[in-house]
C-alpha cells in the first residue's frame, strides 16, 4: 500500500496562474482532507470530503475548490494563485473502521510570487 | 468552535531530559484527542490517541499522553529524549459526534534536542 499521495511535491506559481493539487489513497477509506500549514499556525482545514460525491467547506475555504473525483481521488484547485496562499498543503484520509484517525500524505510546498 | 491550545512553541532539551509538552482544549463534550509528530521535511505521523478508557495512553517510541478530562487537558510525555526525536509535534482534537471527523490541530510545538 502507498498510503497516501501527492503530486506535485514541489510547485510554483505566479500570481493569478492556476494549478490542480492531486491527491490518492488506497486504503479504502471514506473520508479525504485537504490542509494547509502555515508556520505558527498548525494545520488548517481548508475543504473535506466524508464520502464519494460530497464536499464541504473547513475553516479556510476561500480561493480554493475541490472535487472528489471518486472513492480513491480528492483533487484541490486554486482558480487565481495568490501570494497567501504560500503554504505547505496536506492531504489526508481517514475511516471509521479506524477510529477515524487520519492518514497524511507527504505534502506539496507551494510558492506564489 | 473547538480550539486547541500548544502553549509552548519551542522547547530546547539536552538528550536524556524529560519531555513534556502541554496541550488543552476548549469543547465541553466528548472528543477524541490526538498527538501527531512532523520530522524535518516530512509528513505527520502518529504518535498516539485516546478515544476513551485508561487516560495514560502509551504511543510509539516511548511517548505517552494523559488525558485529564476536568482540566481539558492531554499532554505529552517522554521520560528521556533522544536527538532524533527532534521534531514539531502537535495536539489535534476531534469530536466524537457529529457527521463530519474534522481534526482541530493546535499551533505545534517545535522540540530542539541537543546532542
Known amino acids: 500500500n502507498a498510503g497516501v499521495t501527492q503530486t506535485p511535491k514541489f510547485q510554483v506559481l505566479k500570481t493569478g496562474q492556476s494549478m490542480t493539487l492531486q491527491c490518492a489513497q488506497d486504503?479504502?477509506?471514506?473520508?479525504m482532507y485537504w490542509y494547509r500549514q502555515d508556520p505558527g499556525m498548525g494545520l488548517r482545514l481548508i475543504y473535506y470530503?466524508?464520502?464519494?460525491?460530497?464536499?464541504d467547506k473547513g475553516e479556510v475555504p476561500n480561493g480554493y475548490n475541490v472535487s472528489r473525483l471518486n472513492k480513491r481521488e480528492f483533487s484541490l484547485r486554486l482558480e487565481s494563485a495568490a501570494p497567501s496562499q504560500t503554504s505547505v498543503y496536506f492531504c489526508?484520509?481517514?475511516?471509521?473502521?479506524?477510529?477515524?484517525?487520519?492518514?497524511f500524505g507527504p505534502g506539496t510546498r507551494l510558492t506564489v510570487t | 468552535a473547538q480550539s486547541v491550545s500548544q502553549h509552548n512553541h519551542h522547547v530546547i532539551l539536552s538528550e536524556a531530559a524529560s519531555l513534556e509538552l502541554g496541550c488543552n482544549y476548549s469543547y465541553g463534550g466528548t472528543v477524541n484527542l490526538f498527538w501527531y509528530v512532523q520530522y524535518p521535511g516530512q509528513h505527520l505521523q502518529l504518535l498516539l490517541k485516546y478515544f476513551s478508557g485508561d487516560p495514560l495512553v502509551k504511543g510509539i517510541k516511548g511517548f505517552e499522553a494523559e488525558f485529564i478530562k476536568s482540566k481539558f487537558s492531554f499532554n505529552l510525555r517522554k521520560p528521556s529524549v533522544q536527538w532524533s526525536d527532534t521534531a514539531e509535534y502537535f495536539c489535534?482534537?476531534?469530536?466524537?459526534?457529529?457527521?463530519?471527523?474534522?481534526?482541530?490541530f493546535g499551533s505545534g510545538t517545535q522540540l530542539t534536542v541537543l546532542p
Open positions: 470530503s466524508a464520502s464519494e460525491g460530497t464536499t
Open positions: 489526508a484520509s481517514s475511516a471509521p473502521d479506524r477510529g477515524n484517525e487520519q492518514y
Open positions: 489535534a482534537v476531534m469530536l466524537s459526534s457529529g457527521s463530519a471527523r474534522q481534526l482541530t
Open positions: 486504503m479504502n477509506h471514506n473520508s
